[in-house]
C-alpha cells in the first residue's frame, strides 16, 4: 500500500536565499579544507570511504558501496588498495562466514584522524582572524548548523 505524500509548503523565499548561500559557502569551504588532504597520500574517493569506515565502524561492502553511492566492483578495488596500504582488513562476518566486513586498521584511524586535525587546524587559524564577536556568531551557527544536520 502507498502512502500518499503529503505536500510540503513552500519555504519563504527568505530561507530559501540564506538555504541557496549556506550550500555554496559549505561547498567552497570544503573544497579549501580539502587541500589539507594532500598530506594524507590518498585521492579523494579512498579517503571518503576510509572515513565511512572509521567513522561507521565496521562495515559490509555492500554498505560501504551504497554510502559512497558507487557500485560494489568499484568500491571492491577502493578497498583492495585501502587494503595493500594497511588502512583496513576485512574479517569475517559473526553470522554469515561468506560474508565480510571492512573495518579500520590502527594505521588507517590514525591517518584519517591526522587529515581532519590538519583540516580543522586550517580553518581554526581562520576563524582566530575574526573579530570575537564573529567568533561569537560562528559558534551560534556551527549549533544551528549542528541542529540542522539532526532534524
Do not use: N, Y
Amino acid at each position: 500500500m502507498r502512502h500518499p505524500q503529503t505536500r510540503q509548503p513552500h519555504p519563504p523565499d527568505d530561507a530559501v536565499r540564506t538555504a541557496d548561500r549556506l550550500h555554496s559557502a559549505a561547498i567552497h569551504l570544503l573544497r579549501r579544507l580539502r587541500a589539507e588532504d594532500v598530506g594524507t597520500g590518498l585521492s579523494g574517493p579512498r579517503l571518503s570511504a576510509l572515513s565511512v569506515i572509521v567513522f561507521g565502524g565496521p562495515v559490509s561492502l555492500t554498505g560501504l558501496a551504497a554510502a559512497e553511492q558507487v557500485r560494489p566492483p568499484t568500491m571492491t578495488r577502493l578497498v583492495g588498495e585501502l587494503e595493500r596500504l594497511g588502512l583496513v582488513e576485512r574479517l569475517a562476518h559473526p553470522d554469515d562466514r561468506r560474508a565480510q566486513r571492512i573495518r579500520a586498521t590502527a594505521k588507517g584511524k590514525r591517518l584519517l584522524e591526522e587529515g581532519r586535525t590538519r583540516r580543522v587546524t586550517r580553518l581554526a587559524r581562520a576563524i582566530a582572524q575574526l573579530r570575537p564577536a564573529q567568533r561569537g556568531l560562528l559558534r551560534e551557527a556551527a549549533e544551528l548548523l549542528e541542529r540542522l544536520a539532526r532534524a
